[in-house]
């Protein structure tokens, strides 16, 4: 059974950072195309970053800059390290693969 699970969101101020993890279980981590999503309030769901097998690293225009995804294959383990947050970047975050999402952590970028 694929798993997911995040962990690392919270409050943080704007311009802050958090990084954010996604353990993954039940299949061939590393050689699995891996995605964040995000789901802000009242909206649909958008697509953040994407990673290959091979590193090959994708970023949505909206977090290009600020936002770095990266594995660790040996831990099969997803990162999202957050920089330079801003209001708009609140939503729920979500990791992916295929048609599998976890259960979402909670990002929230107030002062």
């Known amino acids: 059974e694929v798993q997911l699970v995040e962990s690392g969101g919270g409050l943080v101020q704007p311009g802050g950072s958090l990084r954010l993890s996604c353990a993954a279980s039940?299949?061939?981590?590393?050689?699995?195309?891996m995605r964040w999503v995000r789901q802000a309030p009242g909206k649909g769901l958008e697509w953040v970053s994407s990673?290959?097998?091979?590193?090959?690293?994708y970023y949505s225009d909206s977090v290009k800059g600020r936002f770095t995804i990266s594995r660790d294959n040996a831990k099969n383990t997803l990162y999202l390290q957050m920089s330079s947050l801003k209001p708009e970047d609140t939503a729920v975050y979500y990791c992916?693969?295929?048609?599998?999402r976890g259960q979402g952590t909670q990002v929230t970028v107030s002062s």
């Open positions: 990673i290959t097998s091979a590193d090959s690293a």
């Open positions: 039940g299949f061939p981590f590393s050689s699995a195309v």
């Open positions: 992916a693969t295929g048609s599998t």
